[in-house]
Each structure stands twice: as C-alpha cells, then as structure tokens.
C-alpha cells in the first residue's frame, strides 16, 4: 500500500520561504511521476509541480521560478522548496503520486497525501 506523508508547512510572512517534504512508502519515489497539488476552501484542487522519473520538472505557470520540486531516491521522499512566497500561496499543499500526464499537464493521480498546511501572511 502507498502511503505518501507530507511535513514542512507553516506561517511564513510574505517573500519568505518554506521547504515541504513528503515521504513515500510502498513504492519508489522515482519510478514514477511525483508532484504536489493545493487546494483553498471552495476551490478545486489544483497542480503546483511535478518531477517524472528522468528528472524532467513540471510547474505551474503560478509558482515557476520561485518553486523548485526535488527528489532523494536514497531517502525515498520529494520536496518542494517555494521561496518568494505570497499571499496567494496559501493552501493545503498534498503530495501526490502516480500522476498521469498528458503534454506536460497533470491528467489524473493515483495516490493522495493526508496535506500540510501553508499560511502566507503579515
């Protein structure tokens, strides 16, 4: 069974930054595509980032160059550093696994993390 557990949220003030992390059990975080998604009330869930097998990187148009998606096959687990951090970052931040892609947009997950907090703010 997979299980992907996230850490790493928080309150940050505006321009800072935080570092998530999500850990994965039961299977191998790079023999497939790994990301995180976030969601605020009343919204759909929506794509941040993503990294495939071959290291190749995906974002969103919304956090490109201030996210970075990350990997460390030995420790089994995936980051995401987010730096420049605004107001409208704030979510519930999942990790996801087993993302399907179809010309480089998320077209269907397969495993969801329980979420982790972020809160941008003054």
């Known amino acids: 069974q997979v299980q992907l557990v996230e850490s790493g949220g928080g309150s940050v003030q505006p321009g800072g930054s935080l570092t998530l992390s999500c850990a994965v059990s039961g299977r191998s975080a790079w023999s497939t595509v790994m990301g995180w998604f976030r969601q605020t009330p009343g919204k759909a869930r929506e794509f941040v980032a993503a990294?495939?097998?071959?290291?190749?990187?995906y974002y969103a148009e919304s956090v490109k160059g201030r996210f970075t998606i990350s990997r460390d096959s030995a420790l089994n687990t995936i980051y995401v550093q987010m730096n420049s951090l605004k107001p409208e970052d704030t979510a519930d931040y999942y990790c996801?696994?087993?993302?399907?892609?179809?010309?480089?947009?998320?077209?269907?997950?397969?495993?969801w993390g329980q979420g982790t907090q972020v809160t941008v703010s003054s």
């Open positions: 996801a696994g087993g993302i399907r892609l179809v010309l480089g947009r998320p077209n269907g997950v397969t495993d």
């Open positions: 990294i495939a097998p071959d290291k190749r990187t």
